[in-house]
């Protein structure tokens, strides 16, 4: 989708979103002020269907179509469906989806109907946001043919010291992971084309475990191989709280900022509480100006946290203020 408009831009770069009903009474009315005050994109973690065969998963997502427009009612105005969940109906969920937003107005990128689709940019005046994902089951990788998911595919072995093993049975293995080089390099020619043009690069990349707190090898390396190509802003989603930030060269690495909404249909163990993050990046006359904005989500949805709590949030993220 491309906008024309040439002016100063507010994004506001949320994580994830499941829900399974209207979201308008669950989201605090302080959320909504915020996401209402820029261009708001979340990440659609789940197909909106009611198509009932599924993907061979342990958790399947579904998100019923008579709730979607709950979506735009609490500010969101673009999706990114790059992730691990928009598959789970099979194709035909995600082109349910698809057909759903385009009726509600509500962008989308990062999933489409072969890899051209998938990989677009969305496009909001001087600024291209794009969407990945490394977190990619069995046949969601979208392809020439073929819907699915924009992919950064990461090839692991699993590393084990036979002595050390002897040591402590029962030990884990240590995961080496690195990102397929062919894939790299079709995002990194796309983020110079984006950038051949003028345009600042926003990255909302699906990736890592959904239990970790620090960075993995990888995301590091990939992140600074983005860079290197001209991202200007990368937000990492999956893991199912913070995971830390950092600046690389004059960018930044959002490695997981958690989550915006999680109310799937089924009972999921999660905190009762959860912290996160909304990324609020403005840009104009060429200057990226970033700022995180503290979030807590409770029994599902997010609220406005205390000062304390906003605080700590920061701290947990590794952001310093100013």
């Known amino acids: ?13 949320a994580g994830d979103v499941t829900y399974s009903e209207d979201l308008s009474s669950g989201v605090d009315p302080k959320i909504v002020e915020i996401l209402r005050e820029g261009y708001s994109i979340a990440n659609l973690e789940g197909p909106i269907t009611g198509y009932r065969p599924s993907a061979r998963k342990s958790v399947v997502i579904s998100q019923p179509p008579e709730f ?15 992730n691990n969940h928009i598959m789970d109906h099979l194709a035909r969920g995600l082109l349910d989806t698809i ?20 990989a677009a940019p969305l496009r909001i005046g001087d600024v291209s946001v794009m969407g990945l994902a490394t977190t990619l089951p069995p046949g969601f990788d979208a392809d020439a043919d073929s819907p699915g998911v924009a992919p950064i595919r990461v090839k692991c072995k699993y590393v084990m010291d036979p002595d050390e093993a002897r040591e402590q049975p029962g ?7 690195s990102a397929d080089a062919r894939d ?48 200007d802003l990368i937000v990492g989603g999956h893991p199912h709280g913070l995971v830390g930030s950092e600046r690389v060269g004059s960018s930044y690495v ?9 109310k799937p249909s089924f009972s999921y163990p999660l905190p ?7 990324v609020r ?39 310093t203020p100013g």
């Open 272 to 278: 009762r509480a959860m912290q996160s993050v909304i």
């Open 99 to 118: 057909r759903t937003l385009d009726s509600l107005g509500i962008a989308h990128f990062g999933a489409g109907a072969d890899i051209a689709e998938a």
């Open 1 to 13: 989708m491309e906008h024309v408009q040439r002016a100063r831009v507010r994004l506001q770069l």
């Open 171 to 177: 030990i884990q293995p240590r995961a080496e992971c």
């Open 184 to 231: 790299v390099d079709r995002v990194t020619r796309a983020i110079r084309r984006e950038k051949g043009d003028g345009r600042k690069v926003v990255l909302m990349v699906h990736w890592g475990t959904s239990t970790q707190r620090t960075p993995i090898r990888y995301q590091r390396e990939l992140a600074r191989r983005l860079v290197a190509a001209g991202a």
């Open 254 to 262: 959002f490695y997981g900022v958690g989550a915006l909404v999680l």
């Open 68 to 82: 979607a427009r709950s979506l735009v009612d609490v500010g969101i105005r673009a999706v990114s469906l790059a």
């Open 281 to 319: 990046a403005d840009v104009e006359g060429g200057e990226l100006r970033v700022e995180p904005i503290p979030v807590i989500v409770e029994d599902g949805y997010p609220r406005m946290p205390s000062t304390e709590e906003g605080a700590g949030i920061l701290r947990a993220l590794g952001w």
